[in-house]
């Protein structure tokens, strides 16, 4: 079937946000209440990001809300975290809650904060659940083993690769351990970071991740899609070779960062169809779709 990238991309932009916003990019999505939600990072002007809810019955026609649902300012004893922005959310859920993670920036650097909700209306913030630098993280949606699972992209001396690490309460995590790094002389040589929350599937956890190449002055951001073992997530099973989404259209190479496609948020529906929700140029957000089946057979 491919991967077709939405005719009307894109499906999200600036002038769709009632209020005054910079960028509306990088969104968490879930199934919701009936219908589709996002959780979008917009760029306020000040170049400091808060969350913003975009709803819709379709997954294609989406009304961003009249204000922010989560700020910086909102995070209490945390602020000191993200007082230069929350970026990038993943949500999944567990039980009955929502759990999102995402990035707080700060002169610490970015770390991964967590946050819970019910409603999406108000949030619960658990504080932050790694030290800075480290960002791209996702819960697995499902205990494996007795144990809740995260991935996540710790940046230290110049490396760029995606960890493991497990927790008992998803608040207190250990045995932390490497999974992959970026691949030489390839389009995800520079760095590689998990995108998209694993989902569940008959041949094993799918999920989709990013790999950045530099070139000269600037960095191309191509999506990537990989297989874990559905017992034991630190066996790769295979992965895509090339990428499976990349900046061709002038919504993903011209904008505040060129040549750039981001995905933080998918919907994989029951019968297999995926909305991957991503973003151009860290600008707007876009819609591609494609199916579970389709994308398992890339990584093998
Ligand atoms: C990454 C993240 C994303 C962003 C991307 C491209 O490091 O910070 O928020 O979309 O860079 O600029």
């Known amino acids: 079937m491919g991967i077709i990238k939405f005719e009307k991309n894109p499906i999200i932009i600036k002038e769709d946000v009632p209020f005054r916003v910079n960028s509306i990019f990088n969104a968490g999505a879930i199934k919701f209440d009936g219908g589709y939600l996002l959780l979008c990072r917009v760029e306020m002007p000040s170049g400091r990001s808060s969350f913003v809810l975009a709803k819709s019955k379709n997954g294609v026609n989406f009304k ?96 760029s690769d995606i960890w493991l690490s497990k927790s008992p309460d998803l608040f207190y995590w250990g045995e932390h351990k490497f999974l992959i790094e970026p691949t030489a002389g390839t389009w995800e040589q520079n760095k590689i970071g998990g995108s998209t929350p694993p989902v569940r599937t008959k041949d094993g956890w799918l999920l989709l991740y990013h790999g950045v190449r530099g070139f000269g002055i600037s960095y191309i951001y191509k999506i990537g899609v990989m297989l874990l073992d559905i017992n034991d997530p630190s066996k790769i099973i295979g992965k895509s070779n090339e990428p499976i989404v990349l900046p061709d259209h002038d919504y993903e190479r011209i904008g505040d960062v060129g040549n750039v496609v981001f995905t933080n948020g998918w919907v994989v529906e029951d019968n297999g169809d995926v909305n991957i929700y991503y973003s151009g140029a860290d600008m707007n957000i876009c819609l591609a779709q494609t199916n579970v089946d389709y994308l398992i057979s890339l990584c093998k």
């Open 64 to 159: 961003v809300d009249s204000k922010p649902c989560l700020t910086p300012e909102d995070h209490g004893e945390y602020y000191k975290y993200t007082e230069w922005g929350i970026e990038d959310p993943r949500i999944v859920k567990l039980d009955d809650s929502y759990f999102i993670t995402y990035t707080g920036y700060s002169k610490f650097m970015p770390l991964v904060m967590l946050a819970e909700t019910k409603d999406f209306n108000t949030f619960k913030i658990h504080g932050p659940i790694t030290e800075p630098s480290n960002k791209d993280c996702s819960i697995f949606p499902e205990k494996i083993n007795g144990y809740y699972w995260k991935m996540d992209r710790p940046s230290c001396e110049g490396r």
